[in-house]
């Protein structure tokens, strides 16, 4: 009999093949059995009826957990175990809270299923985790609590880590990494003087928000929505200070660029990107003032629009506000000025303004036109003054309306009919003087020319993009590595005296900058002179430690360097990353930045991090709002959460229903640790996975949830229905199937390309997946039980359970070895082997259909009829002889009397027709 060969691995990153050798020469789909063996102890297992998902999903943590144990690669063997790893799935580490949200639980079920499916596809997977540690949380947990933020956080590394491991993931957990260990912000703190010493590193004040009752400085998150700190209640204050921040800017161009290479990630990141950096080409037109020697610079992109100017608006803090303003104006131009100082950004667009009292020169016309102070212009982008264009910019419109300017139009709209806001678009111009009727880029050309001629104008790229400021006046973080002299300046750690460590016994008040009361701490020696010298008492924005956390994985003990760049060239950029929307700007670009840093410094071997990027949606939940006191409602506040119209307990009000972000401030978040003790990792895992695309939100139905058990449990019955079986044969032999047999054998087929396809990495659509395989069982589960008695049934069952693995790997496990350990042993491209000791079913290879198998499934069916009657319906293969056809006939039940004692004459076969018409004698 034939026996199937091994299968070999040809590696593609992004998708798989396996070439296979076919020992038989006719090629014949045939399989033969060994002798039966019992299964090593390790996988040995008494079948159960009822699925008990709590007992199975433990005990099979143990034994990944044994096994892990006995593979564990020891510190100095490490470099050369490495060498194996050829695909680098990473998802974003997470900030230790205390427990897992669903939030979590979906990512980190994403994630893990491509790991454990890419390596069933033959890659040796390396999925790390680690924890990104420091943060203001753990700071005001330790304020509130009385604790050290370091205790608080290793105490919920332990407790999320064991929720990680209940999940039913693998990582790679001997190569864990904190951020808030010192060993590892030690080379924080070395990119900080890298970033330094190429002078990307630079201190200058910035506005921050001062608490004046605490005397600190508070991040956004500490500002409540009046405005006041969240601790004090005072009135939070903008304060100038001076701030350390990195060079970003300087890779504008490079980071907007070079997302075009990045074919592996979303377009909505990409825009997002895109649009943050703002990189935009326009002209920068000086514009006089008149009865004055000064001039204001102003830098548009629709140079077209020119002769619609009303007005020009600058920042309430630009350079030359003070020197412009009539002296009528000036208190109040001041006490606006103060008023915008005190707002973010985000307050800063509701159109309000004042006149400066002076007046600019239009450069062409030589009409006057106003100077405004507009809350809308922001110092930092451009050159922090517009030109107001009422009839061709939204904004502007806004304001105009407001402050009751006048204004004409420059670009015909044409055919678009405009009312009650700016036309944005471009047309031919009108009402500018020698340009009328020119349009779009040909427009704006020449009357550039024409001001650069006058020597007024110049071609300027502009970016939105900001320095990033790192300082952070807080406790847990990363401190800065510089010293203080006042003799020598800002001097450097010394690259021997790094980390610069945290000290431990601190008590932290909320009050005042921690480390900066710490004056034993902070008293230090210049590295220069040594003199008396003060270390710097900021602490580094977390965003630096996630920057580049994923270069450190691989070489996470590495004590005499940031990593070896020889290990990093192996691993990065990393094949696939998975994360959550919120992070698809900061995050990314941070750690874009630096990856290009370094790899100008030769240390990395590539200038982009992440080839492939998943960024999966929110979780979403009910939210149930009192209609008149908008309070939110806690779901046992609620009559019926389910229903059409949900009303509030006790008072029959209809409440207003909402989809949100699982909050724990609207009551509408879940805790994943009670439904998995109910239902099982598994169930939830498949859940996440099937509910929406990752890329999707989320929206959380329990009913989902229980739907998602029963399915389980439907696939456990369809074991029990076949795991005492007593197989009469050893083979498979597709020539002997029955017709059930061959649709089934079919159609598991077809599901194999089906979710082969659906997973890949292009595409994630894990949802397809399990639907397919819901489908499949279904089918199943409609089989006969001579069907079920038979090799090809099981078969199909064993590739249900190797597709099914990826995503539910305690139940495919515990199914898996149920098969194997009482049914022949057989070795299939499709349906795994159950061959070996210990053929656990994450160690199989990924099912690969078997072409033959599909075309035996090609059958069509045709009515028989016998001298002019139909006799019965039979199902033949398409390309059938008419030989064929009639010994078929034959045995269809109702047909066959009529063959008795008769010879076929003729078979008439109408092409392309449904039926087949005999004539006997």
Request: hydrophobic letters at 35%; one cysteine or more.
């Given at each position: ?62 034994k990944w957990k044994e096994r892990e144990l006995k593979k564990r690669e ?535 991090p992440f080839t492939n990027l998943i960024t999966q949606g929110m979780v ?251 006799r019965g319906e039979i199902s033949v293969p398409v390309d059938a002889t ?40």
């Open positions: 009999m034939l026996t199937v060969g091994l299968l070999r691995p040809s590696i593609n990153k992004n998708n798989f093949v396996f070439k296979h050798s076919i020992l038989n020469p006719k090629n014949q789909s045939t399989y033969s059995s060994s002798s039966f063996r019992s299964f090593s102890s390790s996988l040995h297992l008494q079948w159960k009826k009822q699925y008990n998902p709590k007992e199975l999903e433990r005990e099979w943590q143990l020891d510190k100095n063997g490490r470099k050369d175990s490495l060498e194996s790893y050829n695909y680098y799935a990473l998802t974003m580490f997470p900030y230790p809270s205390g427990n897992l949200h669903m939030g979590h639980v979906r990512v980190y079920t994403i994630s893990d299923t491509i790991s454990k499916m890419k390596s069933m596809q033959g890659f040796k997977v390396f999925q790390p985790m680690g924890w990104d540690a420091f943060g203001l949380p753990a700071e005001n947990a330790a304020i509130e609590r009385g604790l050290n933020p370091e205790d608080w956080t290793k105490e919920n590394i332990s407790q999320m880590k064991r929720q990680l491991i209940a999940l039913g993931t693998h990582f790679q957990w001997n190569h864990e990494l904190a951020t808030c260990d010192a060993s590892y912000y030690k080379w924080t703190q070395y990119l900080f003087l890298k970033l330094l010493e190429k002078g990307l590193a630079y201190q200058q004040e910035a506005v921050v928000n001062w608490d004046p009752i605490d005397n600190t400085v508070l991040a956004n998150e500490q500002v409540d929505a009046e405005g006041k700190s969240w601790r004090s209640g005072a009135l939070v204050q903008k304060k100038l200070m001076k701030q350390w921040f990195f060079r970003i800017k300087q890779y504008s161009d490079a980071l907007v660029d070079d997302l075009d290479k990045l074919k592996g990630w979303p377009d909505e990141v990409k825009v997002l990107q895109k649009n943050w950096i703002g990189r935009s080409d326009g002209v920068l037109v000086d514009f006089s003032i008149s009865n004055s020697d000064k001039h204001l610079k102003i830098f548009t992109t629709r140079l077209d629009t020119l002769f619609g100017v009303s007005f020009l608006a600058v920042a309430s803090d630009h350079p030359l506000l003070s020197s412009i303003v009539s002296d009528k104006q000036k208190k109040d131009i001041e006490r606006f000025s103060n008023e915008m100082s005190q707002l973010d950004e985000a307050q800063r667009n509701q159109k309000k303004g004042i006149d400066t009292g002076s007046f600019a020169i239009h450069p062409l016309s030589g009409e006057k036109i106003p100077i405004w102070v507009a809350d809308y212009v922001l110092s930092d982008y451009g050159t922090g003054a517009v030109m107001g264009v009422p009839a061709h910019d939204q904004r502007d419109f806004e304001f105009a309306q407001k402050h009751g300017f006048s204004w004409k139009t420059v670009v015909n709209s044409v055919d678009e009919k405009i009312e009650g806001r700016a036309f944005e678009g471009e047309g031919p111009l009108i009402n500018s003087q020698s340009f009328d009727g020119l349009k779009g880029s040909e427009a704006t050309e020449r009357i550039f020319k024409t001001l650069e001629q006058k020597g007024v104008a110049a071609k300027l790229t502009n970016y939105r993009l900001r320095d990033w400021l790192v300082s952070r006046q807080r406790y847990w973080g990363a401190p800065i590595p510089l010293i203080h002299c006042s003799n020598c300046g800002v001097v450097s750690v010394p690259e021997k005296d790094l980390p610069v460590e945290l000290p431990k016994n601190i008590k932290l008040s909320g009050k005042g900058s921690p480390l900066d009361q710490m004056a034993e701490w902070k008293r230090c020696k210049c590295p220069k002179c040594n003199g008396d010298a003060e270390r710097e008492t900021d602490t580094m924005d977390t965003f630096v430690d996630s920057s580049w956390y994923f270069m450190r994985f691989p070489d996470n003990l590495n004590d005499h360097q940031i990593f070896d760049p020889k290990i990093v060239e192996k691993f990065l950029p990393v094949d696939v990353y998975v994360g959550g929307k919120e992070h698809a700007i900061l995050h990314l670009l941070y750690s874009r930045f630096i990856t290009k840093f370094l790899h100008d410094l030769g240390m990395v071997p590539t200038a982009e979403h939940n009910k939210t149930f709002k009192h209609p008149v006191t908008k309070r939110f409602l806690k779901p046992h506040e609620v009559e019926d959460i389910y229903a059409d119209q949900p009303k509030e307990k006790g008072t029959g009000t209809l409440l207003e229903v909402c989809s949100e972000k699982m909050s724990k401030s609207k009551y509408n978040g879940v805790d994943p640790q009670p439904i998995i003790d109910q239902y099982g990792a598994d169930t939830v895992r498949l859940y996440m996975l099937f509910k929406a695309p990752p890329e999707n939100v989320l929206e959380w139905d329990l009913k989902g949830i229980q739907g998602t058990f029963r399915w389980i449990n439907r696939l456990w019955s369809l074991i029990n229905s076949i795991v005492s079986t007593k197989y009469e044969e050893n083979v498979f032999s597709a020539q002997s199937m029955s017709e059930e047999e061959r649709r089934i054998v079919h159609v598991t087929q077809e599901t194999i390309e089906s979710v082969t396809y659906s997973s890949d990495i292009e595409r994630h659509g894990f949802n397809s997946c399990i639907a397919h395989l819901m489908k499949l069982s279904n089918f199943f589960g409609d089989c006969s039980e001579k069907t079920k008695s038979g090799v090809p049934f099981l078969l199909c069952m064993r590739t249900l359970c190797l597709l099914l693995a990826p995503m539910a790997p305690h139940l495919s496990s515990e199914m898996w070895v149920a098969l194997s350990q009482t049914s022949p042993k057989l070795e299939t491209s499709w349906a795994g082997s159950n061959l070996k000791e210990d053929s656990g079913v994450l160690n199989q290879q990924w099912p690969i259909s078997d072409k033959k198998l599909m075309e035996v499934r090609k059958t069509k069916t045709l009515a028989v009829m016998i001298q002019g009657k139909k008419e030989n064929e056809i009639g010994e078929i006939a034959k045995l269809e039940v109702n047909a066959a009397s009529h063959f008795i004692g008769k010879t076929i004459k003729k078979v008439i076969l109408p092409k392309g027709g449904n039926i087949v018409n005999f004539v006997l004698e």
